[in-house]
């Protein structure tokens, strides 16, 4: 059975500050892995999708990176500000399923604070 | 991107009434859509998967006659929760994928008073 597991829970930094957020799982047959930010009482926000074939994908301060044979995730925000304040979350994609229908499975989350 | 919009964004009902939240892919089709809920601090659980004109598939330990899940057309699936109890108060999301990704409604805060 799949298993993420994300770690820190949560995370204080200053303003400026790169970060990483690393996301585990348990089994390597995936087909994808997309991280997602969750702002207070509202839904999922995509942010970055990464093909089980992809070692990394990039948009803006975002890097997110796959290594699927250990079975790990992180996500490197740069230069990080205020407005990146969130809940951020991994999810997998098992095999066997299409891309549209599989499940995914999430992480706990990892809750950010960025500090002025 | 892709959109998916949710409907109502907040709903206050009464005990033993029944309230229905609307789901729909917004610039495409979606044979398969998904009903997660929300507990406060926690990550998102999975209820049930919604398959176009037939059966949805629920999750073990969920009600089916208690969380009804109609998905009747390529763009919209629809939960009912029916004689909603306090307890049933969350955060319901529905989410849709195209090209293997995945899109989320804006949620659905239930009060149930």
């Known amino acids: 059975k799949q298993e993420v597991t994300q770690i820190p829970a949560a995370l204080s930094v200053p303003e400026g500050e790169n970060l990483v957020l690393n996301c585990s799982f348990t089994d390597s047959a995936i087909y994808n892995l997309q991280w997602f930010r969750q702002d207070p009482g509202k839904g999922l926000t995509s942010l970055l999708l990464?093909?089980?074939?992809?070692r990394e994908q990039t948009s803006g301060r975002l890097n997110a990176s796959l290594d699927k044979s250990s079975g790990r995730s992180t996500l490197y925000i740069a230069a990080s500000q205020p407005g990146d304040s969130a809940t951020y979350l991994c999810?997998?994609?098992?095999?066997?399923?299409?891309?549209?229908?599989?499940?995914?499975?999430f992480g706990q989350g990892t809750t950010l604070q960025v500090k002025p | 991107g892709a959109v998916v919009s949710q409907h109502p964004s907040r709903v206050i009902c009464k005990s033993g009434t029944s309230v229905k939240i609307e789901c729909r892919s917004l610039d495409f089709q979606a044979t398969t859509m998904f009903w997660y809920r929300q507990f406060p601090k926690q990550s998102l659980m999975l209820m049930a998967t919604?398959?176009?004109?037939?059966?949805?598939?629920?999750e073990q330990g969920v009600e089916k006659d208690k969380f009804l899940i109609n998905h009747a057309s390529l763009t919209l699936s629809t939960l009912t929760v029916t004689s909603a109890h306090p307890e049933d108060s969350s955060f319901y999301i529905c989410s849709a994928s195209r090209g293997g990704e995945a899109f989320f409604g804006q949620g659905t805060r239930l009060t149930v008073v």
């Open positions: 999810a997998v994609r098992n095999e066997g399923g299409s891309s549209n229908t599989g499940k995914l499975i």
């Open positions: 919604s398959n176009e004109g037939s059966k949805a598939t629920y």
């Open positions: 990464i093909q089980s074939s992809q």
